[in-house]
């Protein structure tokens, strides 16, 4: 049973996998941010645990296939190196996963960060959808919208 499940987890099912099981959490974050069943899933260590063990999982199976893990560097030695690393499906795939994740915690921060400063879920709801698709720039437009709800400039926390 284990040897079919692991002939299962390829790495194009862990994308796809991945990806479908990240859409439950994003419409929790838009739909419902305050639940119980969000805090649960969205403010816990749940989360992390899951992209933890996949990442995990990719990690190992590049051990498998014999791959040069430690070029993994290089890419900040040049673009050309990036676009050389990201031409390996799993290191395309880690980085992906890796991407989720801070995507859904940057969501799941700005969704809190709104309920504590009493920012309507109506104007929080661009921001989160901004964060799903561009990341920094839903981030950004967050900042711009908690300074002008918190009354108060601060680049810290």
Do not use: C
Request: charged residues 10%.
């Amino acid at each position: 049973m284990l040897i079919q499940f692991k002939d299962y987890l390829t790495f194009e099912n862990i994308y796809l996998w991945a990806n479908f099981g990240a859409l439950p959490f994003w419409l929790m974050l838009i739909f419902i941010p305050n639940s119980s069943l969000s805090k649960i899933f969205l403010n816990s260590v749940v989360l992390p645990l899951i992209f933890g063990s996949i990442y995990i999982y990719i990690i190992y199976q590049i051990i498998l296939l014999n791959e040069p893990i430690l070029n993994i560097f290089n890419l900040y030695l040049s673009l050309d190196n990036l676009y050389i690393i990201f031409a390996t499906e799993s290191f395309l795939l880690l980085f992906w996963i890796h991407y989720l994740a801070i995507n859904l915690f940057i969501g799941s921060w700005v969704t809190r960060d709104g309920l504590k400063y009493n920012i309507s879920r109506g104007l929080i709801l661009i921001p989160v959808i901004l964060v799903y698709f561009t990341g920094p720039l839903g981030l950004i437009l967050y900042w711009f919208i908690r300074v002008f709800y918190s009354k108060k400039l601060s680049f810290y926390d």
